[in-house]
């Protein structure tokens, strides 16, 4: 998993691996590591997010697939345009 701006700030670190068969599962862990960090879960409802480079949109969590070794990017809300 790769953060992104705010996500990567509230995460405190620019990446980590991931061991999960969907985004659902992968974010609900990555919830669970962060835990002491409360605005983490904050960031991560207002994010959007890319899968092997293709954006996720509004499907439901648990439907996207995750490929071993594949890329999630977290994306926060970008300012500007």
């Given at each position: ?28 862990a990555a919830r ?20 092997d480079g293709g ?27």
């Amino acid at each position: 998993m790769r953060y992104w701006a705010a996500a990567k700030a509230a995460a405190g670190t620019a990446e980590e691996p991931y061991a999960a068969r969907t985004l659902a599962e992968a974010l609900d862990a990555a919830r669970r590591r962060h835990a002491g960090r409360p605005e983490f879960a904050r960031v991560l409802q207002r994010c959007s997010f890319l899968v092997d480079g293709g954006p996720v949109g509004t499907r439901d969590h648990a439907t996207v697939q995750l490929a071993e070794g594949g890329t999630v990017e977290v994306l926060p809300p970008f300012a500007g345009g």
